[in-house]
């Protein structure tokens, strides 16, 4: 059998700004999803999963979306793009095994949507590169899934590189690699182990509600995304937005916007601090501006922001639940596990758990 890598992704900076065409600041981990994949003889796909019972087979020539099919529909609907788009594709046995915490904003679903497409693309050849390949795993999610997310997520999984993270352009769809020097510092996820039922239904609510504010601002403006405006334009004209949510939620994306880029100017300059200072703001602004933090992500954000050696800490991904990403320094790695692992407990009743990111590559053919 071939065997195949895909990871998860972990974003530093710029959330909820993909899909208003701004900047995101995400890095591929080294968890992820493996497959083993042996071809076909007709043109049957079946899928199955270490982790999980359920097993599917579907013929390549009548993919439709089915709610029992669980996971395999994201990647059911990649085979879809690729049959859409023409490429001849055939059967494949898929077995896959993933050592990512399953919908804890860490992409565990981008990260399966790009293991098909490279499992797809090296099996017949169909010689995509990863941009189109980031393009169609979202394709699959928007149109197959019905889940309305960005491009972040399957860029960051089709093209991260390890000790890098990008700077990806969402409105061109174009990435800058900047090498992640956080020497003396760790990156720690910590997972509220909380799902929810919302989280799908919110977020499509909040795509809504920057469209409603898009809307008043092209009244003057001669934008397509609400990131193509500075603060400074926002500040003089955000009266013109009528509905004070869609404010809101205007501000954040505009002002998240700007966070990302001086976050990587911090960054290339070695001033971690203030990265972390911008990490903390994007929380804020997530917490009261956007709306998509809740009590569990608050608490751990809250108990990390009192450790000494934490220059920063937020949630990660669409938020509700799931992960934050913290920046610690080295020597207080087990102060940060102990004290905010014993606090947040407390607070929430909820037992998380801690994992330091290792920043890896993209999704690949795995050799042994
Ligand atoms: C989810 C989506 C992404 C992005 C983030 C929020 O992870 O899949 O496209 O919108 O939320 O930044």
Not at 178 to 206: C, F, M, W
């Amino acid at each position: 059998p071939l065997l195949f890598f895909s990871p998860g992704r972990v974003n530093l900076i710029g959330e909820h700004t993909d899909y208003n065409g701004g900047y995101v600041f995400p890095c591929a981990l080294s968890l992820g999803t493996y497959a083993s994949v042996r071809k076909r003889n007709d043109s049957l796909i079946r899928f199955a999963s270490a982790n999980f019972p359920l097993r599917v087979s579907s013929d390549i020539n009548n993919l439709v979306y089915d709610a029992e099919d669980g996971w395999a529909n994201y990647m059911k609907g990649v085979a879809f793009q690729f049959k859409m788009a023409n490429y001849e594709i055939n059967g494949a046995d898929i077995l896959i095994e993933g050592n990512l915490p399953n919908g804890a904003g860490l992409s565990s679903s981008a990260s399966i949507e790009l293991l098909m497409g490279v499992i797809l693309n090296t099996l017949f050849e169909c010689n995509i590169d990863r941009r189109e390949m980031a393009i169609m795993g979202r394709a699959a999610e928007n149109d197959f899934v019905g889940m309305n997310c960005g491009v972040m997520d399957q860029y960051a999984v089709a093209m991260g590189k390890k000790d890098c993270a990008l700077l990806l352009n969402c409105n061109k769809i174009t990435h800058e690699y900047v090498p992640l020097r956080i020497d003396g510092y760790k990156l720690i996820i910590s997972n509220t182990n909380v799902r929810h039922q919302l989280a799908s239904s919110e977020y499509n609510i909040r795509r809504k509600e920057s469209e409603r504010a898009l809307k008043f601002l092209k009244q003057k403006y001669d934008i397509q995304y609400l990131c193509q405006l500075a603060p400074e334009q926002f500040e003089a004209d955000k009266n013109m937005i009528e509905d004070e949510v869609a404010r809101r939620r205007a501000e954040h994306a505009i002002y998240e916007n700007a966070r990302v880029l001086e976050a990587v100017e911090a960054l290339k300059k070695g001033n971690l601090k203030r990265f972390g200072v911008l990490m903390n703001l994007s929380h804020i602004s997530l917490r009261d501006l956007y709306e998509v933090t809740g009590p569990e992500l608050d608490a751990m954000a809250e108990e990390a922001w009192k450790i000494t050696g934490v220059l920063g800490s937020r949630m990660t991904g669409g938020g509700f639940a799931g992960c934050t990403v913290s920046l610690v320094d080295i020597n207080s790695v087990d102060e940060f596990i102990r004290e905010v692992g014993k606090n947040y407990q407390r607070r929430t009743g909820l037992t998380p758990d801690f994992y330091l990111a290792d920043i890896g590559d993209g999704a690949k053919q795995f050799f042994m």
